[in-house]
């Protein structure tokens, strides 16, 4: 069984062109609802989080960019994550210490240490102005998590031409298999 996809968008909802839109309408992903920019913070976005895990049955596969990233690493630091969360798919980490973030990232400082309580690939760009690579290759570290480049790729948005991003939904095929168990055979 595939497991159903959570889309944690970053700050602003992930719009229409973003990649996480179109992966949510692509393959029927529940998605977290986002209140104004304004009022993010790490308790409510751990909430709702927290939330659309409880009512979306099945085993999950978390699929976060930006802040939905910062908001994963709070959920996960307390809560009680359920053993069908298969993994995460973490996209471009923002830092909230960077001064190029948005005051709501500088709420979720500092971040949870690791590791994360299932596995978890961070992508991140060599050049997103949000985090330094460095940065966000200590944090997978941090995070017990697999780490890969996006090359020089900007914020991985719609912003930075990543629409569709063919190259995540390759990556996202190689977790699902990786963090999915084969099924049962009984004889």
């Known amino acids: 069984m595939t497991p159903t996809l959570v889309i944690v968008p970053g700050l602003g909802g992930s719009g229409p062109g973003h990649w996480q839109t179109l992966w949510e309408q ?3 992903a529940a998605r977290v609802r986002q209140p104004d920019p304004e009022q993010a913070s790490p308790p409510n ?3 709702r989080l927290d939330r659309v895990v409880q009512e979306t049955p099945g085993e999950l596969v978390l699929i976060a960019h930006s802040l939905g990233v910062l ?3 709070h959920w996960a630091a307390c809560s009680t994550v359920p053993e069908r969360v298969r993994g995460a798919l973490l996209v471009a980490p923002p830092d909230p210490a960077s001064p190029e ?3 709501a990232v500088r709420r979720f400082a500092p971040l949870p ?3 994360l309580p299932f596995p978890a690939l961070v992508v991140a760009s060599e050049n997103d102005p949000y985090a330094a690579f460095e940065w966000a290759e200590a944090l ?3 995070w017990g998590a697999e780490f890969i480049t996006a090359g020089e790729a900007g914020h991985l948005n719609a912003a930075s031409g990543h629409g569709e991003w ?3 939904e ?3 095929s190689e977790c699902l298999h990786a963090w999915t168990p084969p099924p049962i055979t009984r004889f």
């Open 140 to 142: 997978a570290e941090t």
């Open 113 to 115: 240490p690791g590791p």
């Open 71 to 73: 908001a994963v690493a």
């Open 166 to 168: 063919e190259d995540g």
């Open 101 to 103: 973030v948005h005051d």
């Open 170 to 172: 390759v990556l996202l």
């Open 45 to 47: 976005l751990a909430a």
């Open 26 to 28: 692509k393959f029927g």
